[in-house]
């Protein structure tokens, strides 16, 4: 399965794609169960496209360390926050506290992301 592990392109590709859809949900006047439903089935590739990742490179890289797995996490929680502001906004109940959370994980993701292991190392 070298084709999702040998390079972080996949992986990059599936929450680009998941980031757009969110946003396109998000900022729609009405909720689009559609776009919601694609959006799901992104979140399911970005976790098998991270977690090959995850598999494969995890413990092999020096200066990694725990940033490995704090990607993970924090990765988990960008799709967390992102679901809880669809359905909240859904259910017409507050969504600014997320939004903050939601920008505060997503930073800290794509940093953990670009700062450690394969991939771009900045
Ligand atoms: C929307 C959520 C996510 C975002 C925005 C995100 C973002 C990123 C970014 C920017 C990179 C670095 C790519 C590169 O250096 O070329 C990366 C790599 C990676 N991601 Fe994610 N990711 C997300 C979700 C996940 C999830 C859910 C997992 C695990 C199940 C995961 C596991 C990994 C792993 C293991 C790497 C390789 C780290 C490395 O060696 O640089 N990611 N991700």
Do not use: C, Q
């Not at 929450?15 to 729609?28: H, I, K, T």
């Amino acid at each position: 399965m070298s084709f999702l592990t040998s390079t972080t392109h996949l992986h990059i590709t599936t929450w680009v794609l998941a980031l757009v859809l969110f946003f396109v949900a998000a900022l729609a006047s009405k909720p689009n169960k559609v776009v919601h439903m694609i959006l799901r089935v992104m979140y399911i590739l970005i976790i098998i496209s991270g977690g090959a990742l995850f598999m494969e490179w995890r413990g092999k890289l020096d200066d990694a360390g725990m940033n490995y797995d704090m990607k993970v996490l924090f990765g988990i929680l960008v799709i967390g926050f992102m679901e809880m502001i669809l359905v909240r906004k859904k259910k017409n109940k507050p969504t600014t506290m997320f939004w903050v959370l939601f920008a505060i994980v997503l930073l800290v993701t794509l940093y953990l992301g670009l700062s450690t292991g394969i991939g771009s190392n900045f």
